[in-house]
């Protein structure tokens, strides 16, 4: 039926293009267990979002859930600016390694944490872990990074060992590369990917209006980030043209 429909080639898992990376509230194991049975495929990698790693009194059955899929889960960005700035990040990089985590997110879109010193960190995590390093403030107020910082920070956590860098957008889609409305800065997004490419990049993109349009920019294989665990699904039949958003991408 794909070929008949000429419905767009996905790659496969493990992937590294066209990834969903998808957050966790406070998730049951009941509700992990039935996101991957219908959407098991398409989840590439989860974060427990913020620090509610700390507060969840069903951590270890998670992570258990998770390990079963093979599916790989990382702690949330603000929750290593907070350990970062009590002088608790080495507690916190020991406590990844106790959980069996392989991936380690880094983020300074809260804390304000001198760049040279970021990309230090990148470098000693990246010898330990597969790093995601975020870009880009948390402010909803409106407040506007330059194009060229974006892509100077981007190209230099890149460099410093990331695995991909995240476009900031907050889990709300509000702020960093959305206005406050939570419409795309297309300008922005024009001229980072002007020099850093695509596939390089997590986009944040947790409203259905941001999924469409970066499939529609960068097609199927986009990395999309802060997905909705209840989501994943509907976000896969955009990326496939299955919906009247994007019907018909990548046919023929």
């Known amino acids: 039926m794909r070929d008949l429909l000429n419905l767009p ?3 496969r898992k493990p992937r590294s293009g066209g990834v969903t990376h998808v957050i966790d509230r406070g998730l049951s194991a009941a509700e992990i267990d039935g996101m991957i049975e219908v ?5 590439d ?5 913020w620090g509610t790693a700390l507060a969840t009194g069903n951590l270890d059955g998670k992570l258990e859930r998770y390990r079963h899929y093979g599916i790989p889960v990382v702690l949330g960005g603000t929750l290593t600016e907070l350990a970062i700035s009590r002088g608790r990040l080495d507690d916190l990089i020991a406590w990844a390694h106790e959980l069996g985590l392989e991936h380690f997110e880094i983020s300074d879109g809260t804390i ?5 010193r970021k990309l230090e960190l990148i470098e000693r995590l990246a010898r330990e872990f597969i790093v995601l390093s975020e870009v880009g403030s948390k402010d909803d107020t409106g407040a506007i ?19 991909k860098v995240i476009a ?8 960093g590369i959305f206005r406050p409305s939570g419409e795309v800065r297309e300008g922005l997004i024009g001229e980072i990917v002007h020099d850093i490419a695509p596939a390089q990049i997590l986009f944040d993109a947790p409203r259905k209006d941001q999924q469409v349009w970066f499939v529609r920019r960068f097609g199927p294989e986009v990395n999309l980030s802060n997905i909705p665990a209840g989501e994943v699904l509907a976000l896969e039949t955009l990326r496939l043209g299955l919906r009247s958003d994007t019907l018909g991408i990548g046919g023929q």
């Open 9 to 11: 080639e996905r790659s």
């Open 39 to 43: 959407a098991g495929e398409f989840v």
């Open 45 to 49: 990698i989860v974060k427990l979002g």
């Open 112 to 116: 304000a944490l001198e760049h040279e």
């Open 145 to 163: 990074t330059p194009p060229y910082v974006w892509v100077q920070q981007m190209r230099a956590e890149l460099g410093a060992g990331a695995w």
């Open 168 to 175: 900031e957008g907050r889990e709300a889609g509000t702020a």
